[in-house]
């Protein structure tokens, strides 16, 4: 039996980030020392961003807007993985020896993608021109103090992923492993042929929850 925490996002043991994404990262650092304290065989799973979702939030592609956000310079990249190639690779490190006691990345190296590297994508595809308005750091850091809780979470998160790039800003350690490197015939869906999906039969938006 091995015991998988529903956390799947971004390695909380390996970031910085700011104080009302912190305090969620709190609450799944102290469930992973509980699981290890108590001897529980695990595998702790670092899925990054979830691709559909993002693309959506980030395009909007069903809004037809002319106008994209840019968080920060634009040009930190972060890893876009197909939430059907997560499910599909979880269900292998579930069960998989070289897993137990480790904490697997879904990082490959294909999906690492900046947001103005995904916006010429999108152009180029839709054959549209989007006009880039960009938040800086500053104002980004602004409303993660300002705003009241919970929505001072999601600005923060955006900070993380898309200012400080914590989903590749460090190396693999000795108790991590990729999964692109521990499956190395597992094809992911890379960020050009996710778009090609929102091209032809678009996810629908999706929103998270942090209460």
């Known amino acids: 039996m091995r015991f998988l925490p529903s956390d799947f996002g971004c390695e ?16 799944k650092q102290m469930i992973r020392r509980a699981i290890e304290a108590a001897g529980i065989p695990y595998t702790f799973v670092s899925a990054n961003c979830f691709g559909s979702y993002f693309v959506n939030f980030l395009h909007h592609p069903h809004a037809q807007r002319e106008n994209i956000t840019v968080y920060g310079s634009g040009e930190t990249k972060a890893v876009l993985n197909c939430e059907e190639d997560i499910a599909n690779c979880t269900i292998k490190v579930a069960t998989n020896p070289r897993t137990c006691h480790r904490v697997v990345i879904y990082r490959p190296p294909m999906n690492a993608t900046s947001q103005l590297e995904l916006i010429c994508l999108w152009e180029k ?32 998160i955006l900070h993380s992923l898309f200012v400080k790039g914590v989903t590749i800003n460090f190396d693999i350690g000795s108790n991590e492993i990729d999964a692109s490197r521990l499956y190395p015939d597992l094809q992911f869906t890379t960020v050009e042929q996710l778009l090609d999906i929102f091209l032809y039969n678009p996810p629908k938006p999706a929103s998270a929850a942090f209460e």
């Open 12 to 27: 909380e043991d390996r970031m910085t980030v700011l104080p009302p994404f912190q305090a969620v990262l709190n609450k």
């Open 125 to 156: 595809k839709t054959g549209q021109t989007f006009r880039r308005v960009h938040v800086s750091e500053e104002e980004i850091m602004g409303l993660s103090q300002t705003l009241p809780h919970p929505d001072n979470i999601p600005v923060s």
